[in-house]
């Protein structure tokens, strides 16, 4: 699986951005799906994880009622809306996925990483 994130730019605060990660195979449907971010200086963290047929959601505490994951199955593409930004929003976000939904919230030791898409907010 090869994982391909894009979306990401400088966006004022307030304002909204759409991050897409397209996956390459024919068992997209097959694996659970996260989105992480790195910040400068600080470790790689979760964001949200959506389970393999979409029902259910994961979010970090920092990003609930703002971020929304979704899952787009006939394209092999995972989304992450991402509205009311934050500058300390502002880092470098992953997408990586696994079949094990349990693996993808803990965010480690994840089969597939994508490479990352740079999200900054400006205040």
């Known amino acids: 699986v090869q994982l391909q994130a894009s979306g990401g730019g400088l966006v004022q605060a307030g304002g909204s951005l759409r991050l897409s990660c397209a996956a390459s195979?024919?068992?997209?449907?097959?694996?659970?799906m996260g989105w992480f971010r790195q910040a400068p200086g600080k470790e790689r963290e979760f964001v949200a994880a959506?389970?393999?047929?979409?029902?259910?959601?994961y979010y970090a505490d920092s990003v609930k009622g703002r971020f929304t994951i979704s899952r787009d199955n006939a394209k092999n593409t995972v989304y992450l809306q991402m509205n009311s930004l934050k500058p300390e929003d502002t880092a470098v976000y992953y997408c990586?996925?696994?079949?094990?939904?349990?693996?993808?919230?803990?965010?480690?030791?994840?089969?597939?990483w994508g490479q990352g898409t740079q999200v900054t907010v400006s205040s």
């Open positions: 990586g996925t696994d079949r094990r939904e349990s693996t993808v919230v803990a965010g480690k030791g994840l089969d597939y």
């Open positions: 195979g024919r068992t997209f449907s097959t694996y659970a």
């Open positions: 959506i389970s393999r047929g979409g029902s259910s959601t």
